[in-house]
């Protein structure tokens, strides 16, 4: 996790935990300010997924228009298909 993501946490966790501390006020600038947090801290991670998802395309769009296939499916099994418990060797018998 980066800094500025560790440091969104932080905040969200400080503004949360004094929110609680005078009993979870739905108005008013503290309950503002927690929601600020949360959202920015939200807002945050979904960045950096997209961010990684995007690495990660960009890299395997690499191996393959350098036609590195094997580097590919390599890149492609322990990633992207890993995470939908699907093998190589399965997708490409099915296909896509």
């Given amino acids: 996790m980066n800094a500025e993501l560790q440091q969104l946490k932080e905040d969200s966790i400080q503004a949360h935990s004094a929110w609680v501390a005078i009993g979870k006020p ?9 929601l600020h947090c949360k959202y920015k801290y ?3 991670i979904k960045n950096a997924v997209l961010a ?8 395997l769009s690499e191996h393959y228009l350098r036609k590195d296939m094997e580097q590919f499916w390599k ?11 699907i093998t190589v060797s399965n997708w490409m018998a099915y296909g896509p």
């Fill in 75 to 85: 890149k492609m099994e322990t990633t992207v298909l890993q995470k939908k418990f």
């Fill in 52 to 59: 990684f998802e995007w690495d990660l395309d960009d890299e």
């Fill in 26 to 34: 739905r108005q008013g600038w503290l309950n503002r300010y927690r």
């Fill in 42 to 44: 939200k807002i945050a």
